[in-house]
Antibody, heavy 122, light 107 residues
């Protein structure tokens, strides 16, 4: 079945780095744009980053631009988020999500992972 | 950035009630609007895309309408499993901004 599984979250001190992974299965990963979305505790949803199917297009929220880097390995059906210079405000559940439901239409995020928690604390 | 404003922020309703949630964009987004349902502790779930298209597997009591700047999500007859928080999201431009959410609570 179509599935996204995030990993790599944890507790990290301010200023340090963390790398999140999202393993995809059940669909042709290499033809879909993929996203990262985060949700701070008891807060709403915030889009973080996107990467096009071929990796040529990347886009970031202003709040993470210059600190976070999205990448993907289509041979391993995996999406990544490299998070550097972490700050307290980056504390959140991080979800990866798939573009869909129609490929290439960018209508919505139709499949979401279960999320991985990142806590930035001294 | 396009700002998305949902109203109300919360609504108390009973099983069987009709519930309507509105979402307003700060500028025109054509039909680039999606709706999601989030149950506490779970990932969001896509309900509606392209303003009015029902995602596969979503019950027909959910419907979406609107274009331009004003959109609505309607639940025609509330069921116990529908008590959750609902978010709109514009998909017309980047960043893909979300509304602040509307919590549907049991009356």
């Amino acid at each position: 079945q179509v599935q996204l599984i995030e990993s790599g979250g944890g507790v990290v001190q301010p200023g340090r780095s963390l790398r999140l992974s999202c393993a995809a299965s059940g669909f042709p990963f290499n033809i879909y744009t993929m996203y990262w979305v985060r949700q701070a505790p008891v807060k709403g949803l915030e889009w973080v980053a996107l990467m096009s199917s071929d990796g040529a297009q990347k886009n970031y929220a202003d709040s993470v631009k210059g600190r976070f880097a999205i990448s993907r390995d289509n041979s391993k059906n995996t999406l990544f988020l490299e998070m550097n210079s972490l700050i307290i405000e980056d504390t959140a559940v991080y979800y990866c999500a798939k573009d869909g439901p129609v490929v290439g239409r960018a209508d919505a995020f139709d499949i979401w992972g279960q999320g991985t928690m990142v806590t930035v604390s001294s | 950035d396009i700002q998305m404003t949902q109203s109300p922020s919360s609504v108390s309703a009973s099983v069987g009630d009709r519930v309507t949630i509105t979402c307003r964009a700060s500028q025109g987004i054509s039909s680039g609007l999606a709706w999601y349902q989030q149950i506490p502790g779970k990932a969001p779930k896509l309900l509606i895309y392209a303003a009015s298209s029902l995602q596969s597997g979503v019950p027909s009591r959910f419907s979406g309408s609107g274009s331009g700047t004003d959109f609505t999500l309607t639940i025609s007859s509330l069921r116990p499993e529908d008590f959750a928080t609902y978010y709109c999201q514009q998909t017309n431009s980047f960043p893909r901004t979300f509304g602040q959410g509307t919590r549907v609570e049991i009356k």
